[in-house]
C-alpha cells in the first residue's frame, strides 16, 4: 500500500510557474510507475503526465507537452511536476497517482492507477 500526498497548488497570472510535488510512503515507490492527472469543474478527470519506473520514460498530453516536466526522485520517494508558461485552461485539481508496483505500463486512464493523493488546486488568472 502506498500514500500520496501532493503540494505546491496556488493561485498565478497566466504564463506563469509552478511546481508540484507528491510525497509517497512504503517501499515500493521505486518500482511503481506514477502520474499526474488533473480535473476541472465539470470534467472528467484527465492523464497530463507520467513516469515509468523502468528507465524514468516520461509521457505527456498534447495540452501540456513542451509546457510541463514530470520527475521522479526515487531516494526522496518524491514525483514533481513542473509547470510553466501556464494557462487559465490549466486551472483544475491536480493529483498525484500510482500504479501496482513491478509494472512498466504508463496508462493514460484514470482506472488503472490504484493509490490517489487527495489533490491540489492549481488556479491560474489571466
Known amino acids: 500500500q502506498v500514500q500520496l500526498v501532493e503540494s505546491g497548488g496556488g493561485l498565478v497570472q497566466a504564463g506563469g510557474s509552478l511546481r508540484l510535488s507528491c510525497a509517497a510512503s512504503?517501499?515500493?515507490?521505486?518500482?511503481?510507475?506514477m502520474a499526474w492527472l488533473r480535473q476541472a469543474p465539470g470534467k472528467e478527470r484527465e492523464f497530463i503526465a507520467g513516469?515509468?519506473?523502468?528507465?524514468?520514460?516520461?509521457y505527456y498530453a498534447d495540452s501540456v507537452k513542451g509546457r510541463f516536466t514530470i520527475s521522479r526522485d526515487n531516494a526522496k520517494n518524491t514525483v514533481d511536476l513542473q509547470m510553466n508558461s501556464l494557462k487559465v485552461e490549466d486551472t483544475a485539481v491536480y493529483y498525484c497517482?500510482?500504479?501496482?508496483?513491478?509494472?512498466?505500463?504508463?496508462?493514460?486512464?484514470?482506472?488503472?492507477?490504484?493509490?490517489w493523493g487527495q489533490g491540489t488546486q492549481v488556479t491560474v488568472s489571466s
Open positions: 513516469v515509468t519506473w523502468v528507465a524514468g520514460t516520461t
Open positions: 512504503g517501499r515500493t515507490f521505486s518500482r511503481r510507475t
Open positions: 497517482a500510482a500504479r501496482p508496483p513491478n509494472s512498466a505500463y504508463l496508462p493514460v486512464k484514470q482506472w488503472d492507477y490504484d493509490y
